[in-house]
């Protein structure tokens, strides 16, 4: 079972009608291409009916994230104690830099945040899960191991 936030469950349901609304769009379009006559050479008909088929994957993958993940409760975390949804300020033991990392369940995929995404998943969300401030986490990279120090939970 996987966690997600309150607010990724919002987001995912938003995607769901997103794609849900392009239902009629993509069989006006696969209409129109069909009138245009033999469907053996017709690029368009090909495409809509790609469309078609790429959007209801989506639909079914998003449906099936909902009906497996489950909504964390986040009135239930220990203050103090690093858990979904958290935004944490890391202190690399090796050159003192920070960084402010966000433990999610799913990715955004957005970029432009302040906080660097990291899913549960992961091997830094999962050391960083359940950990507390002024904590040495160990986290094994691709690059090697690398040790970050729990700074702050704001």
């Known amino acids: 079972m ?21 239902r009629p769009v993509l069989s006006q379009r696969i209409a129109e291409a069909r009138a245009l006559g033999d469907l053996k050479e017709n690029a368009d008909y090909h495409a809509a009916r790609e469309d078609q088929g790429l959007n209801e994957a989506e639909i079914r993958r998003i449906q099936q994230k909902l009906k497996d993940a489950s909504v964390a409760d986040e009135s239930h975390i220990p203050e103090g104690i690093v858990f979904l949804g958290s935004v944490v300020r890391l202190r690399d033991t090796e050159d003192n830099s920070e ?30 899960l359940k950990a507390r401030v002024g904590e040495t986490i160990k986290v094994d990279l691709p690059r090697g191991t690398k040790r970050f120090e729990i700074a702050e939970i704001l």
């Open 2 to 22: 996987e966690f997600i936030t309150q607010e990724e469950k919002q987001d995912l349901e938003k995607k769901l009608k997103q794609h849900e609304s392009q």
């Open 99 to 128: 960084d402010l990392y966000k433990l999610v369940g799913q990715a955004s995929g957005r970029f432009d945040a302040d906080e660097i995404e990291v899913t549960t998943s992961s091997p830094m969300g999962e050391a960083l």
